[in-house]
């Protein structure tokens, strides 16, 4: 027999450094060591029907936007689906595999990157920005870490407790671009429009002049950089 024991709920695993991680759509992830947070986490949301998996994109983006809000202000924001934006530069992304089994997640493995001290990066990586290029200083890794996880463990909570309108208004209120007249692509079209809301099951909705129009993920093309 095994002595391995199961990993238990809420467990951290840290990466010193990640190149070419996972993202959304393909991107590449660069970090250098030591300088930035890059993590996973298990969660087992039983509770959560499959239906509403978005709700744990949802409480994990608020969890990092709010932990963060205290350091770097407002204009932190989530861009939908699931990255952290400062202005319109990203701070960071998330990465969310869930293990499902029947109509019930069984496993949510949770990968996070965020940009903490780095400050160089390589031209490829599209439009990064840290917390050090923002705010000229450098900050304590484990610190960050425990209050990201902190923040998250209250969003999670929250969802388990089945205050799932909580979670969802708080991360609507915290979406990048959210009522801002912007040009988008989709289809293979440009369109006007604006962010107005995100429904239950993770669809954007956009609001154009043809009416209210609901894209998923890799349908829509933020073009603001």
Known sequence: MSNTKPVSEGTVIMADSQYAGRGQQQNRWHSEPGKNLTFSLLLRPVFLPVTQQFDLTRAVSLGIVNALRPYLGPELKVKWPNDIYYKNAKLGGIL????????????????????????????????????????????????ILSEICKNIETGYLNLKAGRFETVRKSYLERLYLLNE????????RLL??????????????????????????????????
């Open 192 to 225: 006007s429009g604006k962010i107005v809301d995100v429904r239950t099951h993770g669809p954007l909705v956009l609001a154009t002049a043809d009416g209210l129009s609901e894209f998923n993920q890799k349908e829509i093309e933020f073009l603001t950089k």
């Open 181 to 188: 007249d912007k040009i988008f692509k989709a289809g293979g």
């Open 96 to 143: 969310i595999e869930n293990l499902l089994q029947g109509a019930q997640i069984k496993n949510a493995i949770i990968g996070i990157g965020l940009n903490i001290n780095q400050e160089i990066f390589p031209a490829e990586a599209g439009n990064p920005v840290s917390m050090k290029q923002i705010l000229h200083r450098d900050y304590d890794l484990k610190i």
